[in-house]
Each structure stands twice: as structure tokens, then as C-alpha cells.
């Protein structure tokens, strides 16, 4: 037996969400869910490169992967892998009438803004004032020291 998610219905908004989605967790699913509240859900995932040039580090999961895992969570419309030179042509390719940023996403709204209205793009930007607190493991970082803490408690998790 297969079952299929339900996709939102058509909306007339397109809100745009972009970033890493490496270990998915429930800020993750948080910020997808506010932006499905808001209209149809379009991400665009961070490219392997980009994801190193902008956090210093390069990502856990290779972006194939982060993509279908992000294609397959109820609340997405649908998932595209961003442009590894320029962030602002999935925001053109997509065209959103809304965009939704994190609160830890180092975007100024401004200064998106700006760059969008260049390009001839003018979204409603709108940015979540605090992440979703309800879990422990809600960001990436929280998950990677946990792993750190575990593997010095338990060294038999070094072996082979």
C-alpha cells in the first residue's frame, strides 16, 4: 500500500523558503509549516558549495539527498537545488509572492530587498522573530554537539 501526502491547494501565494536543510529537525519543520500557513511552499535547497562558502563548513548530507528528503515533507509544494553562483536566480526562477527567513538566517531584509527590486522582483519579506523552542535539538549545530557530547561519554562508539 502507497500513500501520498496531500499537497496545499493552488494558492495565490508563493512563499519562498531557502536554506541548508542538513539534519533535518523540528526548526526545520517549524518554519515550513509557518510558511505553509501563508500559501503553497516553495524551497529552494543550499548547494554543497555554497552551503561551505557561506558556514565555513561543508555540509553532512550531500545536497541530492537534503533535496528529496525537503521534496518529501508534506507541507512543500515543491524543492529546487539553488544556483551555486547566484542565490537571487532561484528567487527569479521561482518567483515568489512571499518570502519567509529564519531568525537565524544572517539576511538582512533590506538589503534582499534592494537586490530583488533590481532584478524586478517586489515579495513580501517577512522574517520569523524566534525558533520554534519546544525541542532541544532544533537547530543543526544543537544535533552536532550532541553527537560530539555522546562520542566522549562513550568511546566504544570510536571503534571500527
Known sequence: MEYKWRKPQASKERVLVAGTFDLLHPGH???????????????????DKNV????????IIPEAQRLEMVRNIKWVHDAILGDEEDIIKSVERIRPTVILLGPDQPIRKEELKRELKKRGLNPKIIKLKRRNE?????????????????HRKHPLLHSK
Open 134 to 150: 519546544t525541542f532541544p535539538l532544533s537547530s543543526t549545530s544543537a544535533i552536532i554537539r550532541r553527537i560530539f557530547q555522546i
Open 29 to 47: 519543520i517549524y518554519i515550513l509549516r509557518k510558511a505553509w500557513e501563508l500559501g503553497d511552499v516553495y524551497v529552494v535547497v543550499a548547494r
Open 52 to 59: 561551505t562558502r557561506f558556514k565555513g563548513r561543508p555540509p
